[in-house]
């Protein structure tokens, strides 16, 4: 670490930091450094972001246990919120007999060495065989549904795929997990008849391992000047610390629309509970 860097030997980086580095450093800084709380949004709805939080927690409990074997139906049943009941009436459908059987976890946590820092990823579900298929699936609570090469590109594929591999023979119990055997599996409660599965191979599990280690070299390098914030003003617009950053109450601009904002981010992030356990490589 550099003499001016924030960022200290053994810091856990995660698919949420890292992407939220990638759109705002500034928001990066004020989040997982200072570890400010976040303000009230000003111009959106706080009750509504709030709920829509609730919402989406409660769907990823009601899918865990679905695949524990526990008792859903009558919870969903009794919901009085539409949105849930309607993703609970297509979940009802997800293609549980697709999916590697032999070992299946659920909000799984995995922490891999990432050069002098590590790197943690918590999947909704890892699904797969020794020796054989390993699958990443991610449940989605999404109102706009992301396009094939997003999807591909998104950090978050990037870093549970690379993940997946790394930490292959420790989910598996001592096979390797071979890059072209691994896939991420989106399943979107919105778009339930629309999944998304995003291969990996021997050359992207490479890549992405130099990608995602030069760009926490980059953030274990920045001074506390060089968290700038984002130069793309729309993804101000629904930020809970764009009030820390504009002193124009007049700034806020057009937002990028639903499905792009913070929203999947603070959710994912909001699932994270618990301690992380250490792993042996």
């Given at each position: 670490m550099s003499g001016a860097g924030l960022i200290r030997?053994?810091?856990?980086?995660?698919?949420?930091?890292?992407?939220?580095?990638?759109?705002?450093?500034?928001?990066?800084?004020?989040?997982?450094?200072?570890?400010?709380?976040?303000?009230?949004?000003?111009?959106?709805?706080?009750?509504?972001?709030?709920?829509?939080?609730?919402?989406?927690?409660?769907?990823?409990?009601w899918m865990v246990r679905e695949h524990l074997g526990l008792r859903v139906a009558e919870m969903a049943t009794h919901c009085e919120d539409a949105d849930l009941e309607r993703w609970w009436q297509a979940?009802?459908?997800?293609?549980?007999?697709?999916?590697?059987?032999?070992?299946?976890?659920?909000?799984?946590?995995?922490?891999?060495?990432?050069?002098?820092?590590?790197?943690?990823?918590?999947?909704?579900?890892?699904a797969l065989d020794p020796g054989g298929q390993a699958v990443v699936v991610d449940w989605k609570t999404l109102e706009a549904r992301p396009s094939a090469r997003t999807l591909r590109e998104r950090l978050q594929t990037r870093i549970y795929l690379y993940t997946l591999v790394a930490a292959g023979q420790v989910l598996t119990g001592g096979a390797p997990v071979n890059p072209l055997q691994a896939s991420m599996f989106y399943w979107f409660a919105n778009y339930p008849d629309e999944p998304a599965t995003v291969a990996y191979s021997p050359d992207e599990f490479t890549s992405d391992g130099e990608d995602l280690l030069a760009l926490a070299t980059r953030i274990a390098g920045l001074s506390r000047e060089e968290f700038a914030?984002?130069?793309?003003?729309?993804?101000?617009?629904?930020?809970?610390?764009?009030?820390?950053?504009?002193?124009?109450?007049?700034?806020?601009?057009?937002?990028?629309?639903?499905?792009?904002?913070?929203?999947?981010?603070?959710?994912?992030?909001?699932?994270?509970?618990?301690?992380?356990?250490?792993?042996?490589?």
């Open positions: 030997e053994g810091h856990l980086f995660s698919q949420h930091s890292l992407g939220t580095f990638a759109r705002c450093p500034r928001r990066y800084l004020l989040k997982y450094v200072d570890r400010q709380p976040w303000p009230m949004p000003e111009g959106d709805d706080p009750v509504a972001y709030e709920a829509s939080l609730a919402r989406g927690r409660v769907f990823h409990q979940a009802r459908h997800f293609p549980w007999g697709a999916l590697p059987a032999a070992v299946r976890e659920a909000e799984l946590p995995v922490v891999v060495p990432l050069g002098s820092w590590r790197l943690y990823a918590r999947y909704d579900l890892v914030r984002t130069e793309d003003r729309r993804l101000c617009a629904r930020c809970n610390y764009r009030s820390l950053c504009h002193s124009e109450a007049s700034e806020a601009p057009t937002p990028l629309g639903a499905g792009a904002d913070w929203l999947d981010e603070d959710l994912d992030a909001s699932l994270d509970l618990g301690s992380v356990p250490e792993m042996e490589y």
